[in-house]
């Protein structure tokens, strides 16, 4: 399964972005899709994550209530929805895809290989 993500850029703070994702090379309908994301210096994080079937999404508290996950099974694709940006979301954002995604995972299956994200002040 390759994971191709896309939507990164320059933005303002209090802005907003929409990260795509896209799989291929393999079906992703039955597995969690989310987003991980690392800063300069910092280890990655996770960010959010979303069951095959909708009925179960994660986030991290530092993005609950600003960031949105979907996802599209019928093209295998997921989506965040980041409003209210701000600075310290400046980041690398990836894409990953597992049978579990939750707070606090380390280890992935698959890995998309990233899209910048950069909030200014």
């Known amino acids: 399964v390759q994971l191709q993500a896309f939507g990164g850029g320059l933005v303002q703070s209090g802005g907003h972005l929409r990260l795509s994702c896209a799989s291929s090379?393999?079906?992703?309908?039955?597995?969690?899709m989310g987003w991980f994301r690392q800063a300069p210096g910092k280890e990655r994080e996770f960010v959010a994550s979303?069951?095959?079937?909708?009925?179960?999404?994660y986030y991290a508290d530092s993005v609950k209530g600003r960031f949105t996950i979907s996802r599209d099974n019928a093209k295998d694709m997921v989506f965040l929805q980041m409003n209210t940006l701000k600075p310290e979301d400046t980041a690398v954002y990836y894409c990953?895809?597992?049978?579990?995604?939750?707070?606090?995972?380390?280890?992935?299956?698959?890995w998309g290989q990233g899209t910048q994200v950069t909030v200014s002040s």
């Open positions: 090379g393999g079906t992703v309908s039955n597995y969690f």
């Open positions: 990953a895809s597992d049978r579990l995604l939750v707070p606090g995972q380390k280890n992935v299956n698959y």
């Open positions: 979303i069951r095959w079937n909708e009925l179960m999404t």
